[in-house]
Nanobody, 119 residues
Framework: QVQLVESGGGSVQAGGSLRLSCAAS????????MGWFRQAPGNEREFVAR????????YYADSVKGRFTISRDNAKSTVYLQMNSLKPEDTAVYYC????????????WGQGTQVTVSS
């Protein structure tokens, strides 16, 4: 069974850094995009970043470009989101997801990890 497990969330002051991890198991993700999303209270879930597992090409939302970096470790089957220069508006629950290449929707989702940024 496919499982995505996020970790690394916590509380940090504005300007600080956190690194989120997403441990992926249950199948090979060579034919998948791996994405990070976030959802703040009262807001709709929004896209943050994605990476193509095979090859490692990346894409970022404008709101995080230059501050966040998505990466993956093939040997550990883990996707990371390095978050620098954090802002209070980055506060949200962050979710890891997997989308098969050529398919419009994300099929698998993790449970989420809370990130809180104080001013």
């Amino acid at each position: 069974q496919v499982q995505l497990v996020e970790s690394g969330g916590g509380s940090v002051q504005a300007g600080g850094s956190l690194r989120l991890s997403c441990a992926a198991s249950g199948r090979s993700f060579s034919s998948y995009y791996m994405g990070w999303f976030r959802q703040a209270p009262g807001n709709e879930r929004e896209f943050v970043a994605r990476i193509r597992w095979s090859g490692g090409s990346t894409y970022y939302a404008d709101s995080v470009k230059g501050r966040f970096t998505i990466s993956r470790d093939n040997a550990k089957s883990t996707v990371y989101l390095q978050m620098n220069s954090l802002k209070p508006e980055d506060t949200a629950v962050y979710y890891c997801a997997a989308q098969r290449l050529g398919v419009s929707s994300y099929e698998f989702w993790g449970q989420g990890t809370q990130v809180t940024v104080s001013s």
